[in-house]
């Protein structure tokens, strides 16, 4: 195997923010950075509560996966919330039903691993389009 034992907790973190309205959203860690990855987007979360890990959106291309390490975050599917515990893994296709969004409700941080594919020519959509133009 290719690479160099990597402890996620010696990672750079950062705080993702919209832009147009200082919105604090989820902090990450790049395990695909760790390791140059360009084809596989993994990042660890830490979705706080009261926050949302993103706005509510469709990728064109990207698939996803978002794995429940601890905490009870919820995701919204179209118009359906599903509240999430530990072990729990949801997952989207490309343009494959609806918008999802994940966020935190609960009064505890939830911690995330999120999988993905990242095709250059993904194009992302936003429900919420005029706070993230």
């Known amino acids: 195997m290719q690479g160099v034992k990597v402890n996620v907790s010696a990672l750079p973190e950062r ?3 919209v832009a147009k309205t200082g919105e604090k959203l989820t902090s990450a860690k790049s395990l695909s950075d760790a390791f140059r990855l ?6 660890q979360e830490v979705l706080l509560p009261g926050r949302r890990a993103s706005g509510f959106h469709l990728h064109s291309e990207k698939e996803e996966l978002c794995y429940v390490l601890s905490g009870c975050p919820s995701v919204l599917t179209g118009e359906q919330v599903v509240d999430l515990e530990p072990g729990d893994v949801v997952g989207s296709k490309p343009l494959a039903g609806a918008a999802h ?9 939830a911690v995330i691993l999120t ?7 993904d194009i992302i959509t936003y429900a919420d389009q005029d706070l993230f133009d």
């Open 15 to 17: 705080e993702l923010v």
């Open 38 to 43: 360009e084809k596989l987007l993994v990042h």
């Open 101 to 109: 969004m994940l966020f935190n409700r609960s009064r505890e941080p």
């Open 115 to 121: 999988i993905g594919t990242n095709p250059e020519t």
